[in-house]
């Protein structure tokens, strides 16, 4: 297939000549990949660690605030192990919020279920539209199934949002321009 002209010159530019926002849809957050804690050194199966406890909890009633569960739940599906993030996310008290809903859609297409994960990447995009790391991860499983036209559809989606330059429609400007998709 080939690439509208302004796509293909956009997707020539380097990764790292974007700065990221610092916002939880693909900003500086998900640049990187995310640091090694004792939740992926210590904790075994779906439990977390708890810095005031000091020690692996599990994650229901744990009394962790949400954030700190979003990030146990991309640590340990970035360390392969997307089925205790699941365990994390089923604690999480609100299943209707869009990044719940996002992180269920990613974990789900790290598991090679990318029709459940499309899914949820939906139902996070239907709860809020502007949510475009939903669908930079939706984008990039569409490059995974070689579904490229989706895949751009996503991408300009993401610009048209005001998401150009940040970590989600770079790092899928990225996927489509080389097929590489990202584990966090």
Not at 41 to 62: F, L, Q
Not at 63 to 86: I, K, N, S
Request: contains cysteine; glycine residues 10%; neutral net charge.
């Amino acid at each position: 297939m080939r690439l509208p002209s302004f796509l293909a010159l956009g997707l020539t530019l380097p990764l790292g000549a974007f700065a990221a926002g610092g916002d939880s849809t693909g900003g500086s957050t998900w640049t990187n990949p995310p640091k090694e804690t004792q939740t992926t050194k210590e904790c075994k199966g779906v439990k977390v660690w708890d810095d005031k406890k000091k020690r692996c909890v599990a994650p229901k009633n744990s009394g962790l605030d949400a954030d700190t569960l979003y990030q146990a739940v991309r640590e340990l599906a970035y360390a392969g192990r997307p089925a205790d993030a699941q365990g994390v996310l089923a604690a999480m008290p609100d299943q209707s919020d869009d990044r719940v809903l996002t992180y269920w859609g990613f974990t789900h297409r790290k598991l090679g279920d990318l029709d459940r994960a499309a899914f949820y990447y939906q139902a996070a995009i239907a709860a809020n539209p502007d949510n475009i790391l939903a669908r930079s991860y939706m984008g990039q499983g569409f490059v995974e199934a070689g579904k490229t036209d989706l895949a751009i559809a996503q991408w300009r989606e993401i610009t048209a949002r005001g998401g150009e330059g940040s970590w989600a429609e770079v790092s899928l400007r990225e996927a489509i321009r080389t097929g590489l998709t990202y584990s966090y």
